[in-house]
């Protein structure tokens, strides 16, 4: 055991020296800053699954730069989601806005659960209405009778 940690010890000592400070990612830390807030909640479009922000992709990688060219040159956030939705669409957007051209992506999942509980709904009535009118025979009557009370 202090073999172990004595080797562990010897490794973190000797790997302080190669650490070095991170690079900082750009000349204004606050375009980076904007940046990576915008970029998180816009789409790669070649990844679909993963952020602008996180995709390695060399597409995610000009949309960014995109992004820093023009909050260099003044705009706003919404003016560059603007300008990336012109460009891309709403599907460029992790959360896209409500209007008519989205109502089924944003009420889509309501109507399914209202019509999945009405479905269920329906089933279980229908299935007690079976049950309830299922009558025993006198002579399964005496055997759940039987079987009832010998359980007790």
């Known amino acids: 055991m202090i073999r172990v940690l004595a080797l562990l010890l010897a490794l973190f000592i000797s790997g302080i020296p190669l650490a070095k400070e991170a690079a900082p990612l750009a000349e204004d830390e606050a375009i980076e800053k904007r940046l990576t807030a915008i ?79 009405a479905t269920l709904i329906a089933y279980l009535r229908r299935r007690a209405s079976r049950v309830t009118g299922v009558a025993l025979s006198e002579e399964e009557a005496k055997r759940a009778e039987a079987l009832l009370g010998d359980g007790r």
């Open 39 to 117: 970029a998180e909640e816009l789409r790669c479009l070649v990844c679909q699954n993963e952020s602008l922000a996180g995709s390695r992709a060399d597409l995610a990688q000009d949309l960014r730069r995109e992004v820093r060219t023009l909050m260099k040159e003044g705009k706003t956030d919404a003016e560059v989601k603007d300008f990336l939705v012109s460009r891309y669409g709403d599907f460029v957007l992790y959360r896209p806005p409500v209007k008519p051209t989205t109502w089924l992506l944003w009420a889509g999942p309501f109507l399914l659960l209202a019509a999945g509980i």
